[in-house]
């Protein structure tokens, strides 16, 4: 099994800045088969990237996702104030696993 | 439009069984694999469960094997969870998810989501 550890566990920005996620497998994710998604208090989560870096439907552009092997990046730039909330990646392909999350919250 | 409607949950004492459903509409059912997803209150997301488009083929968490199944009726669009010997440990919002259609798998990633339904395990 795959075990993704996500870092920060906080991180802590002001509207309009940019934040830069990370999420590190223990293990190579193959055909990088990486997801991240938002959640807002709540709320179910909700999709934002697959493939380790595209966009799901209706996503803004402002959300970008990178990486292979064993590094994966989530890039929100310009935050807006509904962008605050948790994000988590997850593996999927051969299995299925979370990372614990990262919380975006305002400075 | 896609819709994803669990319910079931509810207050169980340690060592009680429970079965939660999930109706699906707005896809074709049968041709895509569901989930279960659950997150225990302020905490993250654990994957459950997962079962293929046909029924055939289920993959179970380690941390439920034995006490949960995971089935699906498709003549009445419907997943299900039957949780067995339940624990505090299992407390938690229990979501359905569907796979997006760029998966490449039945352990895909998801792009449905229920609300969710609340599953508490107490005496």
């Known amino acids: 099994e795959i075990v993704l550890t996500q870092s920060p566990g906080t991180l802590s920005l002001s509207p309009g800045e940019t934040a830069t996620l990370s999420c590190k497998a223990s293990q190579s994710v193959d055909n990088i088969y990486l997801a991240w998604y938002h959640q807002k208090p709540g709320q179910a989560p909700r999709v934002l990237i697959y493939?380790?870096?595209n966009r799901a439907a209706g996503i803004p552009d402002r959300f970008s996702g990178s990486g292979s092997g064993t590094d994966f990046t989530l890039t929100i730039s310009r935050l807006e104030p509904e962008d605050f909330a948790v994000y988590y990646c997850?593996?999927?392909?051969?299995?299925?696993?979370f990372g614990g999350g990262t919380k975006v919250d305002i400075k | 439009e896609v819709q994803l409607l669990e319910s079931g949950g509810g207050l169980v004492p340690p060592g009680g069984s429970l079965r939660l459903s999930c109706a699906a509409s707005?896809?074709?059912?049968?041709?895509?694999?569901m989930n279960w997803v659950r997150q225990a209150p302020g905490k993250g997301l654990e994957w459950v469960a997962t079962?293929?488009?046909?029924?055939?083929?289920?993959f179970i968490a380690d941390s439920v094997k034995g006490r949960f199944t995971i089935s699906r009726d498709k003549s009445k669009n419907t997943l299900y969870l039957q949780m067995n010997s339940l624990t505090a440990a299992d407390s938690a919002i229990y979501y359905c998810?569907?796979?997006?259609?760029?998966?490449?798998?039945?352990?895909?990633?998801?792009?449905?989501w229920g609300q969710g339904t609340l599953v508490t395990v107490s005496s």
């Open positions: 079962i293929s488009g046909s029924g055939r083929r289920t």
């Open positions: 493939g380790a870096s």
């Open positions: 997850q593996h999927y392909g051969t299995s299925l696993t």
């Open positions: 707005g896809f074709t059912f049968t041709s895509f694999a």
């Open positions: 998810a569907k796979p997006g259609p760029y998966s490449g798998s039945d352990l895909g990633y998801f792009d449905y």
